[in-house]
């Protein structure tokens, strides 16, 4: 098994959250029951926890030439899987919160990045690196 993490939060709505996880993110459904869920997002398990009061919305921007939800989760891809994400989910017309593009282009961190926002008002980073050694390296 390689190493993953694990994200719990909390969801306003149990069917809607499965249905933008499994349907637009390709999630793969683990354990449930009735007020939660397990899902398999890229090899990494997140539990979704249904408490209305709990949940923290958007939008949080850092103001720089790169704004960005300042709380949000996500996961690095492998470079092709994040290009065939992009044109997926560009195909079947899903809103992008930050439309995808490329962030620090010429430094040691560039990237492509874009954001989505689930139901809960969550925003969920997708990013790639060309270069994977450069993941936490510094200029």
Not at 65 to 89: C, E, I, K, S, T
Not at 130 to 136: R, S, V
Request: hydrophobic share 35%; charged share 25%.
């Amino acid at each position: 098994m390689s190493t993953s993490f694990h994200l719990a939060f909390p969801i306003k709505d149990l069917e809607e959250t499965k249905k933008f996880y499994c349907d637009v993110l390709g999630c793969t459904i683990g354990r449930s029951a009735s007020n939660w869920i397990d899902l398999d997002l890229y090899g990494n398990q997140i539990t979704a926890h249904v408490n209305q009061e709990a949940v923290c919305s958007l939008p949080y921007y850092r103001s720089d030439a790169n704004p960005f939800p300042l709380y949000h989760f996500g996961v690095v891809l492998q470079w092709n899987d994040w290009h065939r994400l992009m044109y997926r989910l560009q195909e079947e017309k899903v809103k992008f919160l930050i439309e995808p593009k490329t962030v620090f282009e010429g430094e040691i961190g560039e990237q492509k990045t874009f954001f989505l926002e689930d139901p809960n008002g969550y925003a969920i980073e997708f990013k790639s690196f060309q270069n994977e050694e450069n993941l936490f390296k510094s200029n």
